[in-house]
């Protein structure tokens, strides 16, 4: 399925030239995968390739008509997983990819391999104690494995205190530890001193590094209280620009289409924002200058909700438009399987790929506008609660 | 998938957005139009009122949803 | 939304926020910190090597003003100077001029005052030899003449003839 993004992959890896760092990951034999598939479209559609995880329905799997299937398949890729899995094999149950260590907190810390669950085929047994996983939650178990279910069909069995490294968190290490050693590289050509040019793929990051300084946070937070927060909104543009493109990557990875990541990042734009700002911003929230009295006490809950509101959206924002664009993607990819009696397979192919490939590109620019736009609003609300205001009655 | 009223409600939001944005493009190009040299600052603006936009479409879908 | 809240992992977040944190500490003191450090000490480099070169034009166009002043003080000097010594060269000539015709007058008058004074002398050495000569002349003219009586008669009467009583 994403192996189809390949030739999109190289494409915009020749017309952006910058994800240098990110490799094509999955090999050639996938691509044949997906023919023999489509040749084979009676049986089951079996190709499940990146973060797919079988869980404990695999008999289900059979009753599932190829849209339901496509569905699954797209909400397994949008969620977190414990292993990563690079590539799978319904058919075969083949498991391509390594698991992830399981940290949980339940009578103590246990940490054990997510191989322990066979990809949720089994109950692990850790010191005496059973966890099955369901739909990505682990579950807290008898030896058997029962299941409480309510009457929704959600095991309603305890579930402990879970801090895993999950694949988005194992992929936000590896996009951290890259974006440490891009940006110290590039602070090592400036050890000869300032006007020592950076060379290779340094000198790329340094007019992004200027744009983030000059376009984002100087207009917006002013000249003279930018510096202090140059060190978070330089980090936060890198980083969801570097998950965002990671995520376009065939390695499945989808990091900033998770609630808990943009939460996590708008979470911190509102901490910083609060506590730098000053007393204007304050006296603007609760009591309104150069309002009538009344107006005041109405605007004041407003305000106190705006707080909240501008991360929020921002949140929002990051999460809908990541996980829209995968789910577009993995769902033009699907038209491959859907339109192969209408089209034939070669002709669903060939819309697929148009479609994918366009986009692709689409979402490489989406990549970079949401790293921007998240950097520009949170300068925008620092600014805002930072800013001197001279002319109280003049703006009012 | 949601129940009938969640998806036309979505449908409302979208519809909204799409107008909306279309308001802001329209008239960031007209802006544009009328003084070329202003275009950085035009095309920020634009972002950033749309970005807002956004993130009111965006929260009402969730929300919905 | 009930999903969205029901697929929360706090584990994530949690995560989320340790890396981030580390992130954002480590990137401020290894990256960020030197990177715009040089940037801004790069652009302070560039603009004070723009300053000092609009200086220095500005410096050189002064020393040029100085020359180009310098310069024209000089030939005003010297154009002062060659119109003095035309000046006292015209003067000198004048003067020399004026001298040399008093002088000449002088000279002629001089020699004018100098030829009369020879020339009455001449008359007067003239005037003394022809009456001395006359007076010999007549002497001997008389001596010869009035030897006889009757010649001293006529002349007496000749003489009386000539003279006219007015």
Not at chain 1, 207 to 222: H, K, M, S, T, Y
Request: net charge negative; aromatic share 8%.
């Amino acid at each position: 399925m994403i192996i189809s993004k390949k030739p999109v992959r190289s494409l915009t890896a020749i017309l952006i030239g910058l994800i240098s760092s990110v490799a094509m990951a999955n090999p050639v034999e996938d691509t044949t995968h997906v023919k023999t598939e489509t040749a084979s479209h009676t049986e089951q559609v079996a190709h499940e390739t990146a973060n797919h995880e079988t869980e404990a329905h695999t008999e289900k799997h059979e009753a599932l008509s190829p849209k339901e299937k496509i569905n699954e398949h797209i909400q397994h890729h949008l969620a977190d997983s414990y292993d990563f899995t690079l590539y799978s094999d319904e058919e075969a149950g083949t498991h391509v990819g390594f698991p992830l260590p399981v940290i949980l907190i339940d009578d103590g810390l246990k940490v054990f391999s997510a191989s322990a669950f066979h990809h949720g085929e089994t109950v692990a047994n850790v010191d005496g104690a059973y966890y099955k996983l369901v739909h990505n939650k682990i579950y807290k178990t008898d030896a058997e494995g029962t299941l409480e279910l309510d009457h929704h069909g959600h095991p309603t069995n305890e579930m402990p205190l879970n801090f895993s490294i999950t694949k988005n968190v194992f992929s936000l290490l590896i996009t951290s530890l890259l974006l440490f050693l891009m940006f110290t590289a590039l602070a090592r050509t400036y050890k000869k001193g300032p006007n020592n040019l950076p060379t290779g793929f340094s000198r790329v990051l340094e007019p992004l590094v200027l744009f983030v300084r000059d376009e984002i946070a100087r207009p917006n937070i002013g000249e003279k209280k930018y510096k202090k927060f140059m060190p978070f909104l330089l980090t936060v543009f890198f980083l969801i620009w570097l998950l965002n493109l990671i995520g376009l990557t065939p390695l499945g990875i989808n990091v900033t289409g998770n609630i808990a990541v943009t939460f996590c990042l708008a979470f911190v734009t509102l901490i910083i924002t609060n506590f730098s700002a000053n007393k204007d911003y304050w006296g603007h929230i609760f009591w309104m200058p150069g309002v009538p009295a009344p107006m005041k006490i109405i605007l004041a809950p407003i305000e106190v909700l705006g707080i909240f509101t501008k991360p929020f959206s921002l949140m929002i924002r990051l999460f809908a438009n990541i996980t829209a664009g995968h789910a577009v993607m993995m769902g033009l990819l699907a038209i491959i399987f859907l339109f192969k009696n209408l089209l034939g397979t070669g002709g669903s192919i060939g819309v697929s790929l148009a479609l994918t490939t366009f986009i692709s590109l689409i979402e490489l620019l989406v990549a970079f506008l949401q790293a921007f736009i998240f950097t520009m609003m949170s300068s925008l609300f620092i600014g805002m609660a930072v800013q001197e205001h001279d002319h109280h009655d003049d703006h009012h | 998938m949601g129940t009938i009223p969640n998806l036309v409600g979505a449908g409302l939001i979208v519809i909204g957005a799409g107008l909306g944005l279309g308001k802001i493009g329209g008239s960031a190009m007209d802006a544009i139009a009328r003084q070329p040299e202003a275009a950085g600052k035009i095309q920020t603006a634009m972002i950033i009122i749309g970005a807002l936009l956004e993130g009111l479409a965006f929260g009402a879908l969730i929300l919905g949803a | 939304m009930e999903k969205l809240l029901n697929d929360f992992s706090y584990g994530l977040f949690f995560w989320q926020l340790v890396i981030l944190t580390i992130l954002i500490l480590l990137l401020a003191k290894f990256a960020w910190k030197p990177i715009l450090n040089s940037l801004s000490e790069r652009e302070e480099g560039i603009k004070s090597a723009l300053e000092s070169a609009e200086n220095a034009r500005k410096e050189m166009q002064d020393l040029q003003a100085d020359n180009q002043r310098i310069l024209n003080e000089a030939r005003a000097e010297r154009d002062t100077m060659l119109k003095e010594a035309r000046e006292m060269k015209e003067k000198i000539v004048a003067d020399a001029k004026t001298e040399a015709q008093a002088q000449g007058l002088k000279l002629i008058e001089q020699a004018k005052a100098a030829i009369e004074s020879e020339k009455n002398a001449a008359m007067a050495e003239l005037k003394l030899q022809v009456s001395s000569l006359s007076l010999s002349i007549a002497e001997k003219l008389l001596k010869d003449e009035l030897s006889n009586t009757e010649a001293q008669t006529k002349l007496v009467e000749k003489m009386l003839g000539d003279v006219k009583l007015n």
